[in-house]
């Protein structure tokens, strides 16, 4: 089993920077390649960004592309989404979901396990 914990959110003015961090609860976490997902007021989540387990390969959403960059430190069990150039379209609940393959996926049903999500909120 593993537990994801987001953190990082909050509430910036557009054109700012956040960086949202996803911590595991477990050694066996770089097995996991993990994604990032949003889920802004009144739409379906949506795919933002994944990593592969050692962190050599990424993708990303076309929208954040250029501005949103996906890291992980294997040491720390955490994965962070730094997310600059912020848009009061980024506005949303961000989580974070890993799942025991090389990989990851742009499709949110291939992912075993999420966290609760971090609010970003982007003012105009």
């Known amino acids: 089993q593993v537990q994801l914990v987001e953190s990082g959110g909050g509430l910036v003015q557009a054109g700012g920077s956040l960086r949202l961090s996803c911590a595991a609860s477990?050694?066996?976490?770089?097995?996991?390649?993990v994604g990032w997902f949003r889920q802004a007021p009144g739409k379906e989540r949506a795919f933002v960004a994944a990593i592969s387990w050692n962190g050599d390969s990424t993708s990303y959403a076309d929208s954040v592309k250029g501005r949103f960059t996906i890291s992980r430190d294997n040491t720390k069990n955490t994965v962070y989404l730094q997310m600059n150039s912020l848009e009061p379209e980024d506005t949303a609940v961000y989580y974070c979901?890993?799942?025991?393959?090389?990989?990851?996926?742009?499709?949110?049903?291939?992912?075993?396990?999420w966290g609760q999500g971090t609010q970003v909120t982007v003012s105009s």
């Open positions: 477990v050694r066996t976490f770089s097995s996991h390649a």
């Open positions: 979901a890993a799942r025991p393959y090389y990989s990851g996926s742009p499709y949110e049903d291939e992912y075993t396990y």
